[in-house]
């Protein structure tokens, strides 16, 4: 998977791949713009991200999501630090929980930063 440095090159890529539907959530589902459809969390999954940081707020950090449905849909998510956190439950969000989703592609994601001369093992 290609590593994006802005949140517009990552979407144009994801587009041309298919992710044409733009959701955003509502309490316990994912709306589809436009359309309306409206997405309960085991009706979709998270085929991968992509996480953007601000160069000088880290308030500008960003996670541009890649979903699909079970119907062939396809879609993006993007979701700003912390600007759902009281909007949505617990278990929607816990759907983009990727720590618990090893199908999902998180090649391009931000890594954890180790400790210089410390072996990831003993951390």
């Known amino acids: 998977m290609q590593h994006f440095e802005t949140l517009t090159e990552a979407m144009e890529d994801l ?69 759902y956190a009281n909007e949505v439950t617990a278990e929607l969000m816990q759907k983009f929980s990727i720590s618990e989703r090893p199908e999902t592609n998180t090649e391009g994601s931000v890594q954890p930063i180790h400790a210089i001369g410390l072996d990831a093992n003993q951390q």
């Open 15 to 83: 587009r041309e791949r298919g992710y044409t539907h733009d959701f955003k959530p509502k309490r316990d589902y994912l709306e589809e713009s436009g359309s309306g459809l409206k997405l309960k969390s085991e009706e979709f999954n998270v085929d991968e991200f992509h996480r953007f940081e601000g160069t000088s707020d880290p308030g500008d950090e960003m996670t541009l999501y890649a979903i699909s449905t079970a119907d062939g849909k396809k879609g993006v998510f993007v979701s700003a630090q912390g600007t």
